[in-house]
């Protein structure tokens, strides 16, 4: 157990809706990663946030968006969905802002399946 | 952050130590050298991480030459579980100043296939 929680676990949806998946990172942790990882892809950085401001920015779509707020959770919010959104959603955390070299904790993962 | 590259996939057999070997030509003096472990529909796992020369731990060991410039994962006595993707990243862990283009890049890692 990594002390990440990701909810929903599993999440089927049709194309043109709105979800939103929720990280709490590990107590103390300061910063939040989202990944979107697709069938049999590396894992893809979408964003990160360290201590409620957006630190770095990935190939996330303008359809997603993500904010992490005052008690440290992070929501990652993906619109107008597409069948290719359909992947597993990642969220790691760290203590540092910049963990790089660092040791980042997974959590579980959300697997959106967009029909 | 430095690039990194590793083959995309290995097989072996169980009870043969498996060397992954990753190449970061361009990386900084700052920089350090970590490793992690997915298996499927799991997050990734840290496994290792170093600076230079040799680093163990429970898990694996890590061997990292004088110029840095490439980095050797081993995993002794590997099991069917050891089946995974493994990861090389590089970067800097160093405190201090924040880097706001600190974007934290996995890559496609290596699929490593234990075979009994």
């Known amino acids: 157990d990594s002390g990440v929680t990701q909810t929903p676990k599993h999440l089927i949806t049709a194309t043109g809706q709105r979800v939103t998946l929720r990280c709490s990172p590990r107590?103390?942790?300061?910063?939040v990663y989202w990944y979107q990882q697709s069938l049999d892809q590396g894992l893809q950085f979408l964003i990160q946030?360290?201590?409620?401001?957006?630190?770095a920015k990935g190939n996330i779509l303008e359809r997603f968006s993500a904010q992490q707020f005052p008690d440290l959770h992070s929501e990652l919010n993906l619109s107008s969905l597409e069948l290719g959104d359909s992947a597993l959603y990642f969220c790691?955390?760290?203590?540092?802002?910049?963990?790089?070299?660092?040791?980042?904790?997974f959590g579980e993962g959300s697997r959106l399946t967009v029909l | 952050l430095a690039k990194t590259t590793q083959p995309i996939s290995m097989d072996s057999y169980e009870g043969q130590e498996v060397n992954i070997t990753c190449s970061h030509n361009?990386?900084?003096?700052?920089?350090?050298i970590t490793w992690y472990q997915q298996f499927p529909s799991q997050g990734p796992r840290f496994i290792i991480q170093?600076?230079?020369t040799k680093v163990t731990n429970e898990v694996a060991s890590l061997f990292i030459p004088a110029d840095r410039k490439s980095s050797t994962l081993s995993l002794p006595r590997v099991s069917l579980s050891d089946t995974a993707v493994y990861y090389c990243?590089?970067?800097?862990?160093?405190?201090?100043?924040?880097?706001?283009?600190?974007?934290?890049?996995f890559g496609k890692g290596t699929r490593l296939h234990i075979l009994p």
């Open positions: 790691a955390s760290s203590v540092e802002g910049r963990a790089s070299g660092g040791e980042l904790f």
């Open positions: 107590s103390g942790d300061l910063s």
């Open positions: 946030y360290y201590n409620g401001e957006e630190r």
């Open positions: 361009n990386i900084a003096t700052n920089d350090y």
């Open positions: 170093g600076y230079k």
């Open positions: 990243l590089v970067g800097d862990r160093g405190g201090g100043i924040m880097n706001r283009d600190d974007k934290i890049i």
